[in-house]
């Protein structure tokens, strides 16, 4: 066994028999708003701390997956450069809730550490919070340490967690070992809390007190508990005598793993050790993460998790990786904690191919960026700096971050405005808070807001009832008030309840009408203008109204049934998704109207025929078993939760229908990309899924009566006719080349001198490239020395072709390239290539003959 699953077995085991509860490592995706990621063994236990969760243990046990890459805990900058950091690691730590406090805390982390794992107890130092008297007389006087190896520090380092993070806390107690004056900064005053590398901390022991609101203020928890974590691989590099967690046995293996598959030895260099640390740590967190459930996207955990990655193949490439390759690293992941991690092995797969589909794409994205700034350099001539506005457009569009661009311009003696870059960073934050208050929170402080103050919330009564009567509290037009409206006004109407629903959460708005015995308004839509009021977009058909008046409001019952049908069904389709897919897809978006459906979905790769028609299997025979679609009020009246037998249970606040045979039929109609990571399914339901195979079924009949056969037999027919195509486009092909070679030697009489140099500009008719390609090689040899420049005007394009032979191009400095680029701009065209031949295009085929006539004027400038 290695020593590092040996530790973690002896850490459980100890606590064990303290009378703790062994419990399994929680997710790395937390269910905790106020976090992306698990970051410490504490926080599957918050709500214990504070009480929130009724107890079946006071005493626990765990070895928790952590993972600090975003946010205030975040170590991702550090990974590889020092001897501490991951961005994922098990945290081994033992919890009391209200049961033992520090006594036993110190004691029984005393006891683990010498007599279990043996480490010896003169290297070891001990931080205490600055006030911690009863901290020191238990070190001291039940533990027996030495006082002078005892450090008293402030709230930065000895109070967790020491930054601003809502949730329990309280001063704690480090533990450190002396790895040697070597490792250090060589001042007299050098102890724990210096900013050196001598003392290594690598167990917390916290003394939860308190808890942190989210201004910051702390409150007593109602018990005091204690939360203790320290790092499974900091603890194995201890026991197993190394100076830097990478060389443990969990994680060397790796690092040897990536040695070998990229060719560059590990200690070599310090740039090939940072970059196999990085590639190890990040193959490790990459396959927990998304064996968790997490996948890259934009947004997010998911935008964390494709930094990591990218970051990967960054350090890649400096050590001469130009393909896929970190995916190949999850199988020694694997190997070597599959056995405790099981969903690893059962997620192994999966991880494979969602890491080198996000290391494809990025590649691309990474040749784009570096064509796209080799022409930014190129365009600065002398000038040697890249604006920040162009290393922004880099980092916006092709992913760059900001120390790439950096690294290659340096290399090529370029610096980067790095002032100008962080401008446009801001100036991008800024649009992205003005997009978020045109959509809404700009309104708190206009007519809405007046209204909200004025009048309160809109009631909204839709889940209930169709139809009610209901007053008018304000009648808006171009976000001002207006008192009264009359026929042929269009308006918003706000009522102080309604039974439309205010288009949110992709579900569009209700339609229907407003009307009392003097007026008859149409409701066009429904929208949130701020989040608590539904505005009615309406238009007066007769009558007049007034704020104050009562009307009835009803609703398109019929069109909000048909809404209601496909809101239910991608709640059946998400589920369905995941049991096809697996347990990371998630809805990124969705639309909900009531002709149809639209669902966006995160997933790698574009689905499979077979799972498409697996999903729609599934979604089907659900609607077949047409179970009760139950909603209920979760948090009082605030979340509601909509559940479907027990395969799908969700926070929805949308309409639903009661049953699900209502549905009657989903058909899939398309599935796409919309975005890197991101796909969309489009589906129809009901009466226009019916309807839609109909339609499909007229189209079969219609291709069995043109190709005279049974539907059976269509794709038999099909492909031959397709091969039969391929076929006579070889022979047309061969016949079109083999006409031009005919006009190769007529072509030779053609020729002009140009200054001692011979050149032969025709314009050859209705001939493709491939046929001018042929042509050119011909004459080439045929010509011996000299200018060939050929065009074609074909299927509304124009098209040109220009060869020179090697004697003129050393002798004449003539080149292809730059002689098709000035021939080709006659006709509207552009092109390039290399000096022996280039090939351009024209929009203009009108003026093919103009151009090619150009080329003896073209060549005489150029001699």
């Known amino acids: 066994m290695l020593i590092g699953h040996q530790l973690r077995s002896d850490f459980l085991g100890f606590f064990e028999k303290k009378g703790h509860t062994i419990v399994a490592s929680d997710s790395l995706v937390p269910n905790d708003p ?134 329990p806390c309280g001063p704690c107690s480090e533990i450190f070992i002396d790895l040697g004056p070597e490792m250090g900064c060589g001042e007299d005053t ?42 499974l691989e900091r603890l194995s590099m201890l026991v197993q005598g190394l100076d830097n967690i990478f060389d443990v046995d969990l994680v060397r293996p790796i690092i040897d793993f990536m040695s070998d598959l990229t060719d560059t030895p590990y200690g070599e260099t310090l740039e090939n050790t940072y970059a196999l640390r990085v590639l190890a740590d990040h193959v490790r967190c990459l396959t927990f993460a998304i064996s968790d ?50 969903e690893l092995v059962e997620k192994r797969d999966l991880v494979k191919r969602v890491i080198l589909s996000e290391e494809e794409r990025f590649q691309r994205t990474l040749e784009q960026g570096l064509e796209r700034l080799d022409t930014i350099m190129s365009s600065l001539g002398n000038e040697k700096i890249i604006s920040g506005k162009s290393a922004f457009e880099l980092y916006d569009t092709y992913g760059f971050p900001l120390d790439l661009t950096q690294n290659v311009a340096s290399e090529k003696g370029f610096i980067v405005d790095e002032t100008g870059f962080e401008s446009a960073m801001e100036e991008q934050r800024e649009r992205g808070r003005s997009a978020w208050q045109t959509a809404g929170g700009i309104f708190q402080s206009g007519v809405y807001g007046d209204i909200i103050k004025e009048y309160g919330a809109t009631d909204f009564k839709g889940y209930e009832q169709s139809s009610l009567t209901a007053n ?72 007049g109204i007034s704020s104050g008046d009562s009307v009835t409001a009803s609703i398109d019952t019929e069109r909000r049934q048909k809404i209601a049908v496909n809101h239910t069904a991608t709640h059946i389709l998400q589920s369905a998704l995941r049991e096809v897919l697996g347990s990371h897809v998630a809805q990124s978006g969705s639309m909900v109207a009531p002709d149809r459906l639209r669902f966006d979905f995160n997933h790698f790769e574009a689905m499979k025929s077979d799972e498409i028609k697996e999903v729609e299997k599934l979604v089907n025979r659900h609607i077949r078993e047409n179970t009760p679609v139950i909603t ?136 493709d490239r491939d046929a001018l390609r042929t042509i050119m090689d011909d004459l080439k040899v045929k010509i011996g020395s000299g200018v060939i420049v050929l065009g074609s005007g074909t299927d509304g394009k124009a ?65």
């Open 34 to 167: 106020t976090l992306l990621f698990t970051t410490a063994g504490m926080v599957q236990f918050k709500p214990h701390f504070e009480g929130s969760i009724p107890l079946t243990y006071r005493r626990a046990v765990t070895s928790q997956k952590c993972l600090r890459a975003s946010g205030k805990q975040n170590d991702l900058e550090e990974v590889g450069k020092t001897n501490r950091h991951f961005t994922f690691f098990e945290m081994l730590g033992n919890f009391s809730f209200g049961d033992y406090f520090k006594r036993e805390a110190i004691q029984w982390a005393w006891e683990f550490i010498t007599e279990v794992a043996k480490i010896p107890s003169d290297r070891l130092w001990v931080s205490i919070y600055l006030d911690d008297d009863p901290a020191f007389d238990m070190w001291t006087k039940d533990v027996g340490f030495r006082a002078e190896r005892i450090v008293r520090l402030g709230m930065k380092d000895n109070f967790w967690p020491p930054v601003v993070i809502p949730g």
């Open 472 to 543: 008018i509290v304000a009648i808006v037009k171009d976000n001002e008030l207006l008192s009264s409206a009359q026929e042929g006004d269009e308006v918003e109407i706000v009522l102080d309840k309604t039974p439309f629903y205010g288009e949110v959460g992709g579900q569009v708005g209700d339609i229907g009408w407003l009307s009392n015995d003097n007026v008859k308004i149409q409701v066009l839509d429904s929208v949130h203008p701020i989040p608590d009021i539904i505005a009615h977009k309406c238009k007066v058909i007769s009558g």
């Open 293 to 342: 459930g997490v996948m890259p996207s934009n947004e997010g955990r998911g935008y964390v998790l494709r930094r990591i990655l990218r970051r990967g193949v960054r350090y890649g490439s400096k050590i001469g990786m130009k393909e896929p390759f970190i995916y190949k690293g999850v199988d020694k992941v694997v190997k070597i904690m599959g056995n405790v991690y099981p």
């Open 632 to 767: 209920s009020e979760k948090y009082g009246d605030v979340v509601r939760v909509v559940q479907l037998d027990n395969y799908s249970k969700e926070l929805c606040g949308g309409t639903h229908i009661k049953m699900t045979g209502e549905i009657g039929l989903l058909k899939i109609i398309s599935e796409s990309s919309i975005a890197a990571g991101i796909r969309r399914i489009e589906a129809l339901t009901g009466e226009s899924a019916y309807i839609h195979e109909l339609d499909m079924e007229e189209q079969v009949r219609k291709i069995v009566d043109l190709l005279r056969v049974k539907p059976t037999d269509i794709a038999e027919r099909v492909e031959a006719l397709i091969q039969q195509n391929k076929e006579l486009e070889k022979e047309i092909t061969r016949l079109k080349q083999k006409n031009a070679l005919s006009q190769s030697s007529e072509l030779l009489n053609q020729i002009r001198d140009i200054k001692g140099v011979r050149v032969l500009a025709v314009v050859i008719d209705n001939a």
């Open 799 to 863: 098209s040109f072709i220009a060869g020179v032979t090697d004697d003129l191009i050393k002798e004449k400095k003539l080149k292809a390239g730059d002689i098709i680029k000035q021939v080709a701009e006659i006709a509207g065209g552009s092109g390039g290539g290399r000096p022996d031949m280039a090939q351009a295009g024209g929009k203009e085929p009108s003026k093919v003959s103009e151009a090619v006539e150009a080329t003896f004027n073209i060549i005489d400038k150029m001699l």
């Open 190 to 231: 050098c102890q724990p809390g210096c900013d050196c590398n001598r003392f290594f901390e690598f167990w917390n022991l916290v003394f939860q007190t308190y808890t942190r609101d989210n201004a910051g203020e702390l409150h007593p928890l109602p018990t005091q508990n204690i939360d203790t974590g320290m790092c």
